[in-house]
T-cell receptor
Framework: EAGVTQFPSHSVIEKGQTVTLRCDPI?????LYWYRRVMGKEIKFLLH????????ESGMPNNRFLAERTGGTYSTLKVQPAELEDSGVYFC???????????FGPGTRLTVL | AQKVTQAQTEISVVEKEDVTLDCVYE???????LFWYKQPPSGELVFLIR??????QNEISGRYSWNFQKSTSSFNFTITASQVVDSAVYFC????????????FGSGTKLNVKP
């Protein structure tokens, strides 16, 4: 069974540009999550999808961040326009059922210059 | 408020030493889950264990063991006879009954095991 995959693994952009991160969950997992780790701090929850619906987006920092999950399969997280403080590692995770362990991808390291 | 504290930022040990990674949590919920994840150099977080708040029994899995103490709100992780392959960042996490899907992570402890 393939794990959670994320693309790209690393992105370097300039302040003001747009970046789109992609996550492919484990097949059959209806629950998909986005997290972010900034500068060696704790990993923080951003949002949770159940299939294509946003179940909880309480962790989204501001309206420059837009997450979508069309068709309930892969998900994208767009940052527009990017700011310096958006730099960090963005993790995606998926789970089959709510409350179960979440399986994480390798993360996308975003650097905003 | 929910919070997970991993006070040890980085630990270095020599192979075969035992090492304990500390995790202290805060929650107002009486029903919750605690987790440990390992992040090897490849980057992905690897699930190690989940423990619910009603099960304080300690668990052992090979060289790994976990000590859950509700009285001190701690869920510590011990690696016995550490190996170089144990070198990684370890994260402790909490989820609560009102929203089991939202994980609260600590800042992680980087473990360096030297040969």
């Amino acid at each position: 069974e393939a794990g959670v995959t994320q693309f790209p693994s690393h992105s370097v952009i300039e302040k003001g540009q747009t970046v789109t991160l992609r996550c492919d969950p484990i097949s059959g997992h209806d629950n998909l999550y986005w997290y972010r780790r900034v500068m060696g701090k704790e990993i923080k929850f951003l949002l949770h999808f159940v299939k294509e619906s946003k179940q909880d987006e309480s962790g989204m920092p501001n309206n420059r961040f837009l997450a979508e999950r069309t068709g309930g399969t892969y998900s994208t997280l767009k940052v527009q326009p990017a700011e310096l403080e958006d730099s960090g590692v963005y993790f995606c995770a998926s789970s089959r059922d709510r409350g179960n362990e979440q399986f994480f991808g390798p993360g996308t390291r975003l650097t905003v210059l | 408020a929910q919070k997970v504290t991993q006070a040890q930022t980085e630990i270095s040990v020599v192979e075969k030493e035992d090492v304990t990674l500390d995790c202290v949590y805060e929650t107002r919920d009486t029903t919750y889950y605690l987790f440990w994840y390992k992040q090897p150099p490849s980057g992905e977080l690897v699930f190690l264990i989940r423990r619910n708040s009603f099960d304080e029994q300690n668990e052992i899995s090979g060289r790994y063991s976990w000590n859950f103490q509700k009285s001190t709100s701690s869920f510590n992780f011990t690696i016995t006879a550490s190996q170089v392959v144990d070198s990684a960042v370890y994260f402790c996490a909490l989820s609560e009954a009102y929203n089991f899907n939202k994980f609260y992570f600590g800042s992680g402890t980087k473990l360096n095991v030297k040969p």
